[in-house]
């Protein structure tokens, strides 16, 4: 696909950017998010060799990072509040929720591309905690019974 062609000369062009730098498999990751909105295995193969590091080094980078997916991200994206307002008040058993309704780990993407289920630092409404945002939408006061009842909605 031309398309992708373009897709990969511009992450040539990013590692051509940083290469050299000091953790430089940061940035590169970051363009490569933008560019592909995920970081799949050749393209993560692509930024080892560019940057002369290891493949190994890559994957531990974006799998540290809840920023990088390594899949395509869902229809839906969840992103449930793991600040420490909301988990205080109970956030992970949301987390926990999601995760057992959806069937997937946080971090993934259900089979069926519909939902990605990701947890994430302060959104800014701890006093709605805890919150969650599905897309741009923003779910406060969560309970974890509330979970199916909001997800049948999507
Ligand atoms: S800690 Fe969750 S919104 Fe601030």
Known sequence: MPDNKEKYAQLQEAIAKHKGERGAVMPVLQEAMNIFGYVPQDVQEMIADGLGTTLSEVYGVSTFYSQFSLEPKGEHVIGVC?????????????????????????????????????????????????????????????????????????
């Open 82 to 154: 793991l600040g420490t307002a909301c988990y205080v008040k109970g956030s992970q058993k949301v987390l926990d929720k999601l995760s057992e309704e959806l069937k997937i780990e946080v971090g993934r993407t259900t089979k069926d591309g519909k939902f990605t289920l990701n947890a994430t630092r302060c959104l800014g409404a701890c006093g709605l905690a805890p919150v969650m945002m599905i897309g741009d939408e923003v779910y406060g006061r969560l309970t974890p019974d509330q979970v199916p009842e909001i997800l049948a909605k999507y």
